[in-house]
């Protein structure tokens, strides 16, 4: 039975390598079966591992003899597999009407099944090898989806995308090197696994490695000062796969830092240490910073993109501040931003779908062509204002109120005001579609308007997401719950 939490792994990726390696199929409907197929039972089998092997180890084989390949589906791999699969899902069946207008679908969907399946590594790694290897094999595997449409810009954006993920994975190896010489284990251990005798005259050299993994591991999550790849990236690639990667791919990079500080190094290490001092600035430029060129950016796929780097740097200052309530915070963002940031990116690939406007100054009226849509859009934006009774007003509320806790002299509110003020430029940069799409003014050509919502492939997995997104806003307490069981281990 242990051998079952291989199967959400092994299945996406040999499904992937099948569609990419076969000819082309006679009918595209034929392509669209095996990749919908691939992805519900991808789904249900890692909902199924999750529920029957949950909490087992599995040694699968050692690279060497110290570097074991072992995985295991602990409470956190289970919340970052729970929202990869429901997004994967969602963005996966959009694509079936949205990839109708793109070239080289089937490279598409092999690639997208292959990332799916090695995102659910990530999430089931029980050490810090696997960790490692899934987390390079996912920049090599997700690479194709940015450069899909091999035009000039995509090609150069994949390759930055390349270059500063291959810089931070290389960071997080360098730290690696310090956990196998001074920590008991590779694997993860809530609380850490360093050992205080080894470890003994070499404190400032681990706190080192313990930054330079989380600066690393920030890369893929898009925090300054190696951001710049992101709003680059996710506007290149198709929409669904945009949506997947601000939702999902780059939270690799979140799930790498939880490892890193909770359970490799352990939160009674690092704090009060000038490595959470540095951490906890360093986010909250990148929450400020973000949403001001949010707040500039007049392509809508692109201030999305940018949105991403201002919300991920939230829940990373949640994870810095190392309170119950901010990681809490933290972790609940993580599920809510999920939700939320994808749904803005399928609601902007159906409007480009439908209309082919790519700047927000085009998209005067929009709310009367596609009503439902835009008004998906328009909750969705205020959960990531953190509008009650939305998911992201709980999340940002467990934020705020965790950093007011802490002991940093100026942080402790600064914190909190620089929340605040990302949500007033967040509002300021997705509200105004919103305001001018439904009400256009009196010089608009109401008499040539025509009705542009979607088909149900696209609206169906839209809806979905966003009333998730209010759904964990309404009723928080059984998330809030298991993350507080979890947070209680780790601090």
């Not at 390696?21 to 009918?27: I, L, S």
């Not at 089998?45 to 570097?67: A, H, K, Y």
């Not at 810095?320 to 809510?336: A, E, F, P, Q």
């Not at 939320?340 to 779908?353: D, N």
């Amino acid at each position: 039975m242990i051998y079952f939490m291989l199967l959400p792994i092994l299945f996406p990726i040999l499904a992937g390598v099948y569609l990419l390696v076969r000819k082309e199929m006679k009918n595209r409907q034929s392509l669209l079966i095996v990749t919908g197929v691939s992805l519900a039972v991808t789904s249900l089998l890692g909902v199924l591992s999750i529920v029957l092997t949950g909490g087992e180890m599995l040694l699968l084989f050692n690279l060497t003899q110290s570097l074991p390949i072992i995985f295991k589906i602990d409470n956190m791999g289970a919340i970052f597999a729970g929202m990869t699969i429901i997004v994967f899902l969602c963005a996966g069946f959009f694509s079936f009407a949205y990839m109708k207008h793109e070239q080289k679908e089937k490279r598409y969907y092999g690639f997208y099944l292959i990332v799916f399946g090695v995102v659910m590594a990530l999430c089931f790694a029980g050490n810090l090898v696997t960790f490692y290897l899934f987390f390079e094999v996912l920049t090599l595997a997700s690479m194709p989806l940015v450069l899909h449409n091999g035009s000039k810009e995509a090609i150069m954006a994949g390759l930055k995308y390349l270059f500063y993920s291959l810089s931070g994975a290389y960071l997080a190896l360098f730290g690696l090197y310090f956990i196998s010489k001074y920590g008991n284990t590779l694997s993860f251990s809530e609380g850490g696994v360093i050992n205080a005798q080894l470890a003994e005259g070499h404190t400032q050299l681990l706190l080192f490695a313990a930054f330079a993994m989380i600066l690393g591991f920030s890369v893929k999550a898009g925090m300054f000062p190696m951001h710049a790849w992101l709003p680059t990236a996710h506007p290149a690639a198709p929409a669904p796969a945009s949506a997947v990667l601000s939702a999902v791919i780059v939270k690799a990079g979140v799930l790498g830092i939880i490892r890193t500080v909770f359970y490799l190094f352990g939160a009674s290490f690092l704090q009060g240490t000038w490595v959470q001092s540095v951490w906890m600035v360093l986010t909250l430029v990148t929450v400020f910073m973000g949403s001001m060129l949010a707040y500039r950016e007049p392509v809508l796929k692109k201030r999305l993109a940018y949105s991403t780097v201002s919300q991920i740097s939230y829940i990373l200052f949640g994870l810095s501040v190392m309170d119950t309530s901010s990681v809490t915070g933290g972790i609940l963002h993580v599920i809510c931003h999920g939700f939320i940031k994808a749904a803005l990116f399928l609601c902007a690939g159906a409007v480009i779908y439908q209309t082919g406007r790519t700047r927000v100054e085009e998209l005067r009226g929009i709310g009367k062509e596609m009503p439902l849509l835009m008004w998906c859009y328009t909750i969705a934006s205020l959960g990531l204002i953190g509008i009650p009774p939305t998911g992201g007003f709980i999340s940002k509320w467990y934020l705020a109120t965790g950093s007011l806790k802490t002991d940093i002299s100026v942080l402790s509110w600064a914190g909190p005001v620089i929340l605040l003020i990302s949500a007033l430029l967040t509002a300021g940069y997705l509200l105004p579609l919103t305001i001018r799409g439904f009400f256009p003014g009196a010089d608009y050509d109401y008499m040539s308007l025509k009705k542009k919502e979607p088909g149900k492939l696209m609206t169906i997995p839209i809806l979905i997401l966003t009333v998730l997104s209010v759904a964990a806003g309404l009723f928080p307490n059984v998330l809030i719950g298991y993350i507080q069981q979890i947070t209680a281990k780790l601090l």
